[in-house]
């Protein structure tokens, strides 16, 4: 039985970003027994997530932080900065204590996990549509030590960021970037903002500059 709303009006459009099918299949048979939620688009890859949210434009992302090519913090932080209304519910399998400080860093409003029951699953959705943050506690225990003692900068980098930072220290293009990783070009944009966000620079050549004087790349 659904729980009751008011009106169809207020119906929350829910997109999903998984790189496991059946994963997202269980979140859209869940969802269907609410009126008020309504599931407008699922992504299996965070590249996917971009192109897509363009076109259902979501109230509340459910995101995955652990996802081959984009993971979820980048994803994150990309469709943050592009679609700002947007609110992302990072939603995992781990604690990683890095990840949940990388999530939040991104923009995520909520960290829980994916074995929540699914009344409470529906009840932070409802509670990030309405701009509330819903945590899992070891989530926010990890906050709280990150609020204690702060992480070296640098710190935060993927290994693929940290590939792609050491081929701009080299004077590459992002086009020359994509071509020599394999990627395509949106991917590298997307990683060289997380990258300029994450050593708190605003440029190529400062983030260049930041990288060789921390020795943040080989």
């Not at 997202?24 to 009126?35: D, K, M, P, S």
């Amino acid at each position: 039985m659904s729980d009751p709303v008011s009106s169809p009006s207020t119906r929350i459009r829910i997109m999903t970003v998984d790189d496991h099918e059946i994963f997202r299949g269980g979140i859209a048979f869940a969802l269907e027994a609410y009126e008020d939620l309504e599931l407008v688009g699922e992504a299996h890859s965070g590249e996917e997530a971009l192109r897509l949210c363009e076109q259902v434009r979501p109230d509340v992302i459910l995101m995955d932080m652990r996802m081959p090519g984009l993971d979820g913090p980048t994803t994150t932080q990309a469709i943050r900065q592009q679609f700002p209304q947007v609110r992302v519910l990072a939603l995992t399998s781990f604690h990683d204590e890095q990840l949940v400080q990388r999530a939040m860093a991104a923009g995520a409003i909520g960290y829980l996990l994916k074995g929540i029951p699914v009344k409470e699953l529906v009840a932070a959705i409802r509670a990030a549509s309405a701009g509330r943050s819903t945590l899992d506690d070891q989530a926010l225990q990890a906050l709280i030590r990150a609020t204690q003692s702060g992480p070296s900068l640098g710190d935060d980098l993927t290994d693929r960021e940290r590939e792609v930072l050491a081929l701009l220290v080299e004077g590459l293009s992002n086009p020359e970037i994509a071509d020599r990783l394999v990627i395509s070009l949106p991917t590298a944009k997307a990683h060289m903002r997380s990258i300029l966000a994450k050593l708190r620079v605003s440029s190529r050549t400062e983030a260049a500059t930041v990288a060789v004087k921390y020795d943040l790349v080989s």
